[in-house]
Protein backbone atom coordinates (compact mmCIF):
# COMPACT_ATOMS: atom_id res chain seq x y z
CA UNK A 1 0.00 0.00 0.00
CA UNK A 2 1.21 3.31 -0.95
CA UNK A 3 2.39 5.59 1.83
CA UNK A 4 0.15 8.85 1.91
CA UNK A 5 2.35 11.04 3.20
CA UNK A 6 5.18 10.43 0.39
CA UNK A 7 5.83 12.88 -2.45
CA UNK A 8 8.06 13.07 -5.31
CA UNK A 9 10.46 16.06 -5.75
CA UNK A 10 12.80 16.67 -9.50
CA UNK A 11 15.07 19.35 -8.82
CA UNK A 12 16.12 20.24 -12.84
CA UNK A 13 18.88 22.54 -14.48
CA UNK A 14 16.66 25.68 -14.38
CA UNK A 15 17.46 29.07 -12.15
CA UNK A 16 15.63 28.46 -8.40
CA UNK A 17 17.73 26.71 -6.31
CA UNK A 18 16.10 28.60 -3.13
CA UNK A 19 12.79 27.61 -4.35
CA UNK A 20 13.80 23.69 -4.16
CA UNK A 21 15.79 23.83 -1.15
CA UNK A 22 12.78 26.01 0.86
CA UNK A 23 10.76 23.15 -0.71
CA UNK A 24 12.91 20.03 0.57
CA UNK A 25 12.81 21.74 3.67
CA UNK A 26 9.05 22.38 4.13
CA UNK A 27 8.06 19.22 3.33
CA UNK A 28 10.45 17.20 5.99
CA UNK A 29 8.85 19.84 8.50
CA UNK A 30 5.37 18.54 7.07
CA UNK A 31 6.61 15.07 8.13
CA UNK A 32 6.74 13.92 4.88
CA UNK A 33 8.94 11.33 3.15
CA UNK A 34 10.52 13.09 -0.06
CA UNK A 35 11.86 10.60 -2.83
CA UNK A 36 14.20 13.35 -4.44
CA UNK A 37 15.92 13.33 -7.94
CA UNK A 38 18.22 15.67 -9.24
CA UNK A 39 19.64 16.42 -12.30
CA UNK A 40 23.21 16.80 -12.79
CA UNK A 41 22.94 20.89 -14.71
CA UNK A 42 20.45 21.14 -11.15
CA UNK A 43 24.01 20.27 -9.13
CA UNK A 44 25.28 22.94 -10.93
CA UNK A 45 22.61 25.68 -9.89
CA UNK A 46 23.16 24.62 -6.94
CA UNK A 47 26.72 25.44 -6.61
CA UNK A 48 26.56 28.39 -8.40
CA UNK A 49 23.03 29.96 -6.67
CA UNK A 50 23.11 28.35 -3.45
CA UNK A 51 26.64 27.86 -2.92
CA UNK A 52 26.06 24.31 -2.17
CA UNK A 53 27.98 21.34 -3.20
CA UNK A 54 25.57 18.15 -3.46
CA UNK A 55 27.35 14.93 -3.24
CA UNK A 56 27.07 12.60 -6.56
CA UNK A 57 26.39 9.31 -5.01
CA UNK A 58 22.80 9.06 -4.09
CA UNK A 59 23.74 7.72 -0.84
CA UNK A 60 25.57 10.65 0.07
CA UNK A 61 23.59 13.07 -1.76
CA UNK A 62 20.57 12.09 0.73
CA UNK A 63 23.03 12.22 4.01
CA UNK A 64 24.05 15.48 2.85
CA UNK A 65 20.18 16.59 2.22
CA UNK A 66 19.13 14.88 5.48
CA UNK A 67 21.17 17.18 7.62
CA UNK A 68 20.93 20.07 5.91
CA UNK A 69 17.42 19.88 6.56
CA UNK A 70 17.53 18.14 9.52
CA UNK A 71 15.25 15.22 8.60
CA UNK A 72 14.58 12.07 10.16
CA UNK A 73 16.48 8.83 9.30
CA UNK A 74 15.31 7.32 5.90
CA UNK A 75 13.12 10.68 5.34
CA UNK A 76 14.98 11.82 2.34
CA UNK A 77 16.19 9.22 -0.09
CA UNK A 78 17.65 10.18 -3.64
CA UNK A 79 17.75 8.29 -6.56
CA UNK A 80 20.16 8.37 -9.30
CA UNK A 81 18.98 8.99 -13.31
CA UNK A 82 18.81 5.50 -14.60
CA UNK A 83 17.62 3.40 -10.99
CA UNK A 84 14.60 2.25 -12.98
CA UNK A 85 14.00 0.08 -10.04
CA UNK A 86 13.35 2.81 -7.76
CA UNK A 87 9.74 3.11 -6.54
CA UNK A 88 9.20 5.92 -9.15
CA UNK A 89 9.51 4.64 -11.81
CA UNK A 90 6.91 2.16 -11.36
CA UNK A 91 2.91 3.44 -10.92
CA UNK A 92 2.30 0.43 -8.27
CA UNK A 93 4.86 2.42 -6.21
CA UNK A 94 5.32 5.90 -6.83
CA UNK A 95 3.95 8.51 -4.50
CA UNK A 96 0.57 9.75 -6.05
CA UNK A 97 2.43 13.31 -5.62
CA UNK A 98 5.41 14.97 -7.37
CA UNK A 99 6.63 17.78 -8.05
CA UNK A 100 9.69 19.76 -10.00
CA UNK A 101 11.28 22.60 -9.00
CA UNK A 102 12.41 24.42 -10.86
CA UNK A 103 11.66 22.65 -13.90
CA UNK A 104 13.33 23.11 -16.80
CA UNK A 105 12.14 23.82 -20.63
CA UNK A 106 14.34 20.25 -21.76
CA UNK A 107 12.32 18.79 -18.82
CA UNK A 108 9.24 20.04 -19.46
CA UNK A 109 9.64 19.44 -23.18
CA UNK A 110 10.64 15.89 -22.28
CA UNK A 111 8.17 14.89 -20.49
CA UNK A 112 5.13 16.15 -22.81
CA UNK A 113 6.18 13.96 -25.26
CA UNK A 114 6.93 11.49 -22.79
CA UNK A 115 10.67 10.68 -23.70
CA UNK A 116 11.26 8.97 -20.34
CA UNK A 117 15.10 8.69 -21.24
CA UNK A 118 15.88 9.57 -17.27
CA UNK A 119 14.29 8.95 -13.98
CA UNK A 120 13.04 12.32 -13.87
CA UNK A 121 10.67 12.25 -17.18
CA UNK A 122 10.33 8.69 -16.27
CA UNK A 123 8.78 9.59 -13.03
CA UNK A 124 6.35 12.36 -14.16
CA UNK A 125 5.59 10.53 -16.73
CA UNK A 126 4.52 7.31 -14.18
CA UNK A 127 2.46 9.88 -12.26
CA UNK A 128 0.53 11.39 -15.30
CA UNK A 129 -0.32 7.73 -16.26
CA UNK A 130 -1.95 7.21 -12.75
CA UNK A 131 -3.73 10.38 -12.86
CA UNK A 132 -1.85 11.32 -9.58
CA UNK A 133 -1.06 15.16 -8.98
CA UNK A 134 2.17 16.53 -10.73
CA UNK A 135 3.07 19.85 -10.40
CA UNK A 136 5.66 21.60 -12.83
CA UNK A 137 7.58 25.01 -11.53
CA UNK A 138 9.20 26.91 -14.59
CA UNK A 139 11.79 29.13 -14.13
CA UNK A 140 12.38 30.35 -17.46
CA UNK A 141 12.23 34.17 -19.62
CA UNK A 142 10.75 35.46 -22.21
CA UNK A 143 8.87 31.90 -22.80
CA UNK A 144 8.94 30.93 -26.73
CA UNK A 145 5.87 29.55 -28.35
CA UNK A 146 7.45 25.97 -27.69
CA UNK A 147 7.48 26.63 -23.89
CA UNK A 148 3.81 27.99 -24.06
CA UNK A 149 2.74 24.92 -25.96
CA UNK A 150 4.24 22.40 -24.29
CA UNK A 151 2.71 23.92 -20.76
CA UNK A 152 -0.79 24.09 -22.40
CA UNK A 153 -0.09 20.19 -23.42
CA UNK A 154 0.49 19.20 -20.13
CA UNK A 155 -2.24 20.96 -18.49
CA UNK A 156 -4.64 19.53 -20.49
CA UNK A 157 -2.62 15.96 -19.62
CA UNK A 158 -3.51 17.16 -15.70
CA UNK A 159 -0.81 18.82 -14.48
CA UNK A 160 -0.79 21.86 -13.26
CA UNK A 161 1.60 24.62 -14.34
CA UNK A 162 2.70 27.07 -11.59
CA UNK A 163 6.09 29.16 -12.89
CA UNK A 164 7.87 30.40 -10.33
CA UNK A 165 6.20 33.89 -10.44
CA UNK A 166 6.21 35.28 -6.61
CA UNK A 167 3.55 38.40 -6.04
CA UNK A 168 4.02 40.91 -3.99
CA UNK A 169 0.86 41.62 -2.12
CA UNK A 170 2.45 40.18 1.28
CA UNK A 171 4.77 42.78 1.15
CA UNK A 172 7.99 41.61 0.74
CA UNK A 173 11.10 42.43 2.76
CA UNK A 174 13.78 40.13 1.10
CA UNK A 175 14.51 37.26 -1.19
CA UNK A 176 13.68 34.93 1.21
CA UNK A 177 10.11 36.19 1.31
CA UNK A 178 10.18 36.13 -2.54
CA UNK A 179 10.83 32.49 -2.53
CA UNK A 180 8.20 31.39 0.80
CA UNK A 181 5.67 32.85 -1.75
CA UNK A 182 5.95 30.09 -4.38
CA UNK A 183 6.54 27.46 -1.78
CA UNK A 184 3.27 28.63 -0.32
CA UNK A 185 1.51 28.36 -3.32
CA UNK A 186 3.04 24.88 -4.53
CA UNK A 187 2.42 23.81 -0.89
CA UNK A 188 -1.06 25.14 -1.12
CA UNK A 189 -2.18 22.33 -3.99
CA UNK A 190 -0.37 19.70 -2.36
CA UNK A 191 -2.64 20.34 0.50
CA UNK A 192 -0.21 20.37 3.06
CA UNK A 193 -0.72 23.20 5.82
CA UNK A 194 1.84 26.11 5.23
CA UNK A 195 2.94 29.11 7.62
CA UNK A 196 5.02 30.64 5.10
CA UNK A 197 2.57 33.04 3.66
CA UNK A 198 -1.30 33.33 4.56
CA UNK A 199 -3.95 33.29 1.44
CA UNK A 200 -5.46 36.28 0.52
CA UNK A 201 -7.08 38.77 2.81
CA UNK A 202 -5.25 38.43 5.75
CA UNK A 203 -2.13 39.09 7.61
CA UNK A 204 1.14 37.50 6.14
CA UNK A 205 1.71 34.71 8.59
CA UNK A 206 5.11 36.27 9.23
CA UNK A 207 3.55 39.41 10.38
CA UNK A 208 0.85 37.86 12.60
CA UNK A 209 3.47 35.48 14.29
CA UNK A 210 5.83 38.90 15.38
Not at 111 to 137: C, F, H, M, T
Request: net charge negative; charged share 20%; glycine share 6%.
Amino acid sequence: MKHSKQVTLAITGASGAPYALTLLKSLVNADYQVYVLISSAAKVVFATEENIKIPSHPQDAAAFLSQHCGAKDEQIKVFGKEEWFSPVASGSAAPDKMVICPCSTGTLSSISVGASDNLIERAADVVLKERGQLILVPREMPLSSIHLENMLKLSKMGATIMPAAPGFYHNPKTIDDLVDFVVARILDHLGIDQSLVARWGYQTAKHTEE
